[in-house]
């Protein structure tokens, strides 16, 4: 159906999985020092070069990276790829912003209660843009083989099933231990990495709070990280928790503090999503879905000077219910 | 149809209906909507030791009345959690056989017991591209499995246009042939009935139709033959108590509208 090279699309079919010595000698290339990595959002959105393959953290409407996706948007960016676990809102920006049009994941829609995309099933319906569906664990496995330095992982889902029949690169295989039927799904080493935390030191050591989703082995598997934090910590404040610290350093290459980083979606203990505001969007696409996406961009994406600015257009009011939310989990 | 009375709505009758049809003690993993809402009703009731899995990461949470979230991901799926790991191991656990039954919506299922939340239509050219998979593929491939939704003939058909999540694949021994070799369809709880699989075939079986349904009812609503033994038991309406509890569980009727 999509096999490689046929696609009837012009989609950005970039390989995620590299021979190893490859992968090595990136890695190695990299500077792995303890140094300060603090730079603004423009500034790391330079480290995003146009076709690069994109992986996002978070899953659905939390932790979404979204500073760093309004950056890219902003930036008009072309030809990136995107994965991640579960895509909510972002991908219909990426889509209709047009930095991308080619997104794996498992599950594309805002979330269920707002019911299916109506900008997703116009670009994929209409032959626009690409939606690779994996199914969830193979993503994980997919990013947890790139950060384990193999080339691929075996598993024992999918199999019989169309999401398999469609994807071309999937194998099979006889397991030579015990004789079982068995598939395999190759690595996925992005070339950069987008990851939302609560805290980093400006070294990029990591601390997460609550469900960290694929994130660890996102950033072990990417070829580069670019963080975005609620609140930058000093790096005396790592050392007191050390168990805390989720993505070392050296696997960092840019901290950029976004407080709100998510906004309109979750970051645990600090907001929760911010419904109305989701209600607006899924309003704004029901009807005339391609309209009413242009007109958010416009709003919230190329009008605002500054992050700043965007959070002041979803509204203080908003922000603050959200945060007293947010910090619920701790407060009651 | 739905049967729907004065006591209760058709989506409640398939909440209460699936909270049923959990045993306590079970190491549950459930998605998002009635089977998030139902697995949570059971731990109120009659299975207060039903251990809930969330593909977010989360193992054995308690969901907040009236704080029911939009998807298995966000902090309120996290309250009152014994533990929280990333989602591949928490799908893991499903492959390693920790799970007794894996708990999910649908929105077109077939005579074999295979779900389709991908495309409607052919996959080259659908008429409605849906979400996709999300932890559907991986939970109905490697556990037991129980499927709320309502039955309507446009739900159930014979064969769906697309196998998101695998079934009895084509009926037979072609499950096991495929290469999943443990787990499987076990029931599907509707508005209408409690429904079943025939062992050797792997087709769809009536087990129980709920008050004032007949057999005829449930074969109308359903765009294939079903297996209807001639006698049928029917199950016991929703109590006031089951009632009370799923309404202070979801006041807004986020998933029970």
Redesign the interface.
Request: proline share 2%.
């Given at each position: 159906?999509w096999a490689r090279g046929e696609s009837r699309l012009a989609v950005m079919e970039k390989d995620v999985t590299q021979e190893y010595l490859s992968l090595r000698e990136q890695t190695q290339s990299r500077d792995r020092s303890l140094r300060d990595k603090v730079m603004t959002l423009e500034e790391a959105c330079d480290l995003v070069a146009d076709g690069e393959h994109v992986s996002l953290g978070?899953?659905?409407?939390?932790r979404t990276p979204f500073a760093m996706v309004w950056a890219l948007i902003r930036a008009r960016k072309k030809n990136l790829s995107f994965s991640r676990?579960?895509v909510s809102t972002e991908g219909d920006l990426i889509f209709a912003s047009g930095i991308g049009n080619h997104i794996l994941?498992?599950?594309?829609?805002q979330?269920?209660?707002?019911g299916?995309?109506r900008v997703?099933?116009h670009f994929?319906?209409n032959k626009l843009a690409r939606?690779e569906?994996w199914?969830?664990?193979?993503i994980?496995?997919r990013?947890?083989a790139g950060a384990m330095g193999v080339p691929f992982m075996p598993?024992?889902?999918?199999?019989?099933?169309?999401?398999a029949g469609?994807l071309d690169n999937l194998e099979?295989m006889t397991c030579p231990f015990t004789g079982?039927?068995?598939?395999l799904v190759p690595a996925l080493n992005p070339d950069v990495a987008l990851i939302h935390v609560q805290r980093c030191d400006p070294y990029g050591n990591a601390q997460l709070d609550?469900?960290?989703?694929?994130?660890?082995?996102m950033a072990m598997a990417a070829n580069r990280v670019i963080l975005t934090t609620e609140r930058i910590i000093s790096n005396d404040q790592i050392r007191r928790r050390p168990d805390q610290t989720r993505i070392p350093f050296f696997t960092v290459d840019a901290v950029v503090e976004a407080p709100y980083g998510c906004a309109p979606h979750?970051c645990?203990?600090v907001y929760?999503?911010l419904?109305s505001h989701m209600d607006y969007y899924a309003e704004l696409t029901r009807k005339e879905p391609m309209e009413g996406v242009k007109t958010y961009l416009d709003e919230y994406y190329y009008a605002p000077k500054s992050w700043t600015e965007y959070l002041n257009l979803i509204g203080l009011e908003k922000l603050l219910d959200a945060a007293r939310r947010?910090r619920s989990?701790y407060d009651d | 149809m739905t049967i729907e009375t004065k006591d209760f709505t058709a989506s409640e009758l398939l909440c209460v209906m699936s909270a049923r049809a959990l045993e306590d003690g079970q190491v549950v993993f459930a998605g998002v909507g009635i089977p998030l809402l139902a697995a949570t009703l059971a731990q109120r009731l009659h299975a207060p030791g039903v251990t809930i899995l969330f593909e977010g990461g989360t193992i054995g949470p308690h969901v907040v009345p009236g704080q029911l979230p939009p998807t298995t991901n966000e902090q309120r799926c996290t309250r009152k959690a014994n533990m929280l790991v990333s989602i591949t191991e928490v799908l893991l656990l499903l492959q390693r056989g920790y799970v007794d039954v894996g708990f999910m919506g649908g929105a077109q299922i077939d005579q074999y017991g295979n779900l389709n939340s991908s495309f409607i239509g052919s996959a080259d050219d659908p008429s409605v591209r849906l979400p996709g998979t999300g932890g559907g593929n991986d939970i109905s491939s490697l556990t037991r499995m129980i499927v709320a939704m309502p039955q309507e003939k446009r739900r159930f058909v014979e064969n769906v246009d697309f196998i998101t999540s695998p079934g009895y694949i084509r009926g037979g021994t072609s499950r096991r042939d495929s290469g999943l070799i443990a787990g499987g369809m076990y029931r599907v709880v509707t508005d209408l009935a409690i429904l079943g699989f025939d062992d050797d075939t792997g087709r769809m079986r009536v087990e129980a139709l709920h008050p004032g349904v007949t057999p005829e009812q449930a074969q109308e609503n359903t765009g294939f033959e079903l297996i209807i033994d001639s006698s049928i038991p029917t199950t016991e309406p929703p109590t006031a108590e089951e009632l009370a509890a799923l309404r202070h569980l979801d006041p807004d009727k986020v998933y029970t509208a």
């Open positions: 159906m978070g899953s659905t409407a939390s676990s579960i994941t498992s599950w594309f829609s979330g269920i209660v707002w299916v995309s997703m099933r994929t319906e939606f569906e199914s969830h664990m193979s994980g496995l990013f947890r598993m024992r889902s999918m199999m019989g099933s169309d999401v469609q099979e079982e039927k068995i598939l609550g469900l960290t989703f694929m994130d660890i082995d979750e645990f203990g929760e999503p419904f947010g989990i | -």
